[in-house]
């Protein structure tokens, strides 16, 4: 346990077994945070999580761990803040956030936390520590670019914080909406015309979590290069081994958080190799906000359009599934322009960014 002035103490949160277990009050204070957070930053409600989605994620500790910690003054908890690290070997990165909502952000606690988890991150022997905030759509009268050139976001009292604390925004994502309750004839014609295009050597391969056992190979595979061909600006981004085990484990996570997940890839014919994804997921409540994970085609087949294909075939797909839900969100790099002209296109609008904050740890 730190000991810090006026009384704040952060101490390592208790991981339950379940969101019902006797311990759970830390990580549903955390999972709390986390959701007012993002409606305080962006002013909207669709990156909303239940706890009980977010808990598998935090108990498999298989490939990556993650790490929460849990502000107090007194019995009050103000804050909070978790630390993701990757379990393989010679990895040198990490990943938080500063759970703090007004107005507890300018008393310290953001601060404490912050320190607390570069501490962390150190005694774990990382050297790099990376962050993200969100913001409005709308701007301000003080607007901060990334070291990219893309985009730009809203400055806050998080970002001037890690701005202060030698922190570097690297990158602004862009998160989109889609509402599904419209036509989707637009999809379906930018279906056929971009498969039309990318031709005969291509064909569209869909499914619902499990993955099937062929597929689980050529799922890992293209799902291991979201971290080298995905634009990342000077974000360090470590490469991720994931083979037919992995993606077992990946399935299995999901299916315990109760959450449906829809991939739609393109297999190239000649090699028979997976070359384009796209993931589509929801909670337990298919009434509730569809998120996007991953759409990627390696580099090697991209100028053929299946971008497009993977998106507009699970798009069309999403709707017979899961026909309750209302929405889409995604995000994506701002300098990621050939995925955002085909969001645009199809008829994604702003909702939110993100930045990517990174800092060397002495």
Same mark, same amino acid.
């Given at each position: 346990?730190?000991?810090?002035?006026?009384?704040?103490?952060?101490?390592? /949160?208790?991981?339950?077994?379940?969101?019902?277990?006797?311990?759970?009050?830390?990580?549903?204070?955390?999972?709390?945070?986390?959701?007012?957070?993002?409606?305080?930053?962006?002013?909207?409600?669709?990156?909303?999580?239940?706890?009980?989605? /977010?808990?598998?994620?935090?108990?498999?500790?298989?490939?990556?761990?993650?790490?929460?910690?849990?502000?107090?003054?007194?019995?009050?908890?103000?804050?909070?803040?978790?630390?993701?690290?990757?379990?393989?070997?010679? =990895?040198?990165?990490?990943?938080?956030?500063?759970?703090?909502?007004?107005?507890?952000?300018?008393?310290?606690?953001?601060?404490?936390?912050?320190?607390?988890?570069?501490?962390?991150?150190?005694?774990?022997?990382?050297?790099?520590?990376?962050?993200?905030?969100?913001?409005?759509?709308?701007?301000?009268?003080?607007?901060?670019?990334?070291?990219?050139?893309?985009? =730009?976001?809203?400055?806050?009292?998080?970002?001037?914080?890690?701005?202060?604390?030698?922190?570097?925004?690297?990158?602004?994502?862009?998160? =989109?909406?889609?509402?599904?309750?419209?036509?989707?004839?637009?999809?379906?014609?930018?279906?056929?015309?971009?498969?039309?295009?990318?031709?005969?050597?291509?064909?569209?391969?869909?499914?619902?979590?499990?993955?099937?056992?062929?597929?689980?190979?050529?799922?890992?595979?293209?799902?291991?290069? /979201?971290?080298?061909?995905?634009?990342?600006?000077?974000?360090?981004?470590?490469?991720?081994?994931?083979?037919?085990?992995?993606?077992?484990?990946?399935?299995?996570?999901?299916?315990?958080?109760?959450?449906?997940?829809?991939?739609?890839?393109?297999?190239?014919?000649?090699?028979?190799?997976?070359?384009?994804?796209?993931?589509?997921?929801?909670?337990?409540?298919?009434?509730?906000?569809?998120?996007?994970?991953?759409?990627?085609?390696?580099?090697?087949?991209?100028?053929?359009?299946?971008?497009?294909?993977?998106?507009?075939?699970?798009?069309?797909?999403?709707?017979?599934?899961?026909?309750?839900?209302?929405?889409?969100?995604?995000?994506?790099?701002?300098?990621?322009?050939?995925?955002?002209?085909?969001?645009?296109?199809?008829?994604?609008?702003?909702?939110?960014?993100?930045?990517?904050?990174?800092?060397?740890?002495?």
């Amino acid at each position: 346990m730190t000991l810090l002035t006026d009384e704040l103490t952060i101490t390592e /949160m208790a991981l339950p077994a379940s969101v019902d277990a006797s311990d759970a009050a830390e990580f549903l204070a955390l999972a709390q945070l986390n959701n007012e957070m993002c409606v305080v930053d962006t002013a909207t409600n669709v990156l909303h999580e239940e706890p009980a989605e /977010m808990l598998p994620h935090w108990l498999d500790r298989s490939d990556s761990t993650s790490r929460g910690y849990i502000a107090r003054r007194g019995i009050d908890i103000v804050g909070a803040a978790y630390l993701k690290t990757s379990n393989e070997a010679g =990895s040198a990165t990490a990943e938080s956030e500063i759970l703090v909502i007004p107005p507890h952000r300018a008393s310290g606690v953001a601060q404490a936390l912050l320190s607390h988890v570069e501490d962390e991150a150190r005694a774990l022997g990382r050297t790099l520590l990376q962050m993200w905030t969100l913001h409005p759509a709308a701007g301000s009268d003080r607007m901060l670019t990334p070291a990219t050139g893309h985009g =730009s976001v809203a400055a806050h009292e998080l970002s001037d914080l890690f701005a202060a604390n030698g922190f570097t925004m690297e990158q602004v994502e862009r998160t =989109s909406t889609l509402a599904l309750d419209g036509d989707l004839s637009l999809a379906e014609r930018m279906l056929a015309e971009a498969s039309a295009f990318a031709g005969e050597d291509y064909r569209v391969i869909s499914w619902s979590l499990p993955t099937p056992e062929h597929l689980r190979e050529g799922y890992g595979d293209v799902r291991a290069r /979201m971290a080298t061909d995905v634009p990342s600006g000077d974000l360090v981004f470590e490469e991720e081994k994931w083979d037919a085990a992995r993606v077992v484990r990946h399935d299995r996570m999901i299916a315990d958080a109760g959450q449906f997940l829809s991939v739609s890839a393109v297999e190239h014919i000649p090699s028979g190799r997976i070359v384009a994804f796209n993931e589509l997921i929801i909670g337990r409540d298919r009434s509730s906000v569809t998120h996007q994970y991953g759409t990627l085609v390696v580099k090697e087949h991209r100028g053929k359009r299946l971008g497009t294909v993977v998106k507009c075939a699970n798009l069309l797909r999403w709707r017979e599934l899961v026909p309750l839900s209302p929405t889409i969100c995604t995000f994506n790099a701002e300098e990621n322009r050939p995925m955002l002209d085909i969001n645009e296109a199809i008829g994604f609008v702003p909702s939110s960014y993100a930045a990517g904050w990174q800092k060397k740890l002495g």
